[in-house]
Nanobody, 120 residues
Framework: QVQLVESGGGLVQAGESLRLSCAAS????????MGWYRQAPGKQRELVAT???????NYADSVKGRFVISRDNAKNTVYLKMDRLKPEDTAVYYC??????????????WGQGTQVTVSS
C-alpha cells in the first residue's frame, strides 16, 4: 500500500514563506514524476509544479519566480518552497507522485491535501 503524507501548510501573511513536504511510503519500486497541485474554493484543481526524475521542473506561470520544487529521491520526498506568498495562493495543496510498485505498473497517487491560507 502506497501512501503520500503531506505537511507544512498553515496560515501566513502576504509576503511570507512556507515549505511543504510530501513523503511517499510503501512498497515502492520507482517514482517518476512528483509534484504539487492546488484547489481553491469554487475552482478546479490546477498544476502548481512538477518534477520529473532527472528532468527540469515545470511551474505554473502564476508561481514562477516565487515557488521552487525539489525532491530527495533517497527519501521519496518532494518539497515545495513558497516565497512571497499572495492571497490568491490560498488553496488546498495536493501532492502527487507517479509510482511503480512491485505489483503495479506506474500510476498516480495523491496525498490527502494540506491547507495553505494567505491573509492580506
Amino acid at each position: 500500500q502506497v501512501q503520500l503524507v503531506e505537511s507544512g501548510g498553515g496560515l501566513v501573511q502576504a509576503g511570507e514563506s512556507l515549505r511543504l513536504s510530501c513523503a511517499a511510503s510503501g512498497n515502492i519500486f520507482n517514482i517518476n514524476d512528483m509534484g504539487w497541485y492546488r484547489q481553491a474554493p469554487g475552482k478546479q484543481r490546477e498544476l502548481v509544479a512538477t518534477s520529473t526524475r532527472g528532468g527540469e521542473p515545470n511551474y505554473a506561470d502564476s508561481v514562477k519566480g516565487r515557488f521552487v520544487i525539489s525532491r530527495d529521491n533517497a527519501k521519496n520526498t518532494v518539497y515545495l518552497k513558497m516565497d512571497r506568498l499572495k492571497p490568491e495562493d490560498t488553496a488546498v495543496y495536493y501532492c502527487y507522485a507517479q509510482i511503480t510498485t512491485a505489483i503495479h505498473p506506474p500510476r498516480d497517487y495523491w496525498g490527502q491535501g494540506t491547507q495553505v491560507t494567505v491573509s492580506s
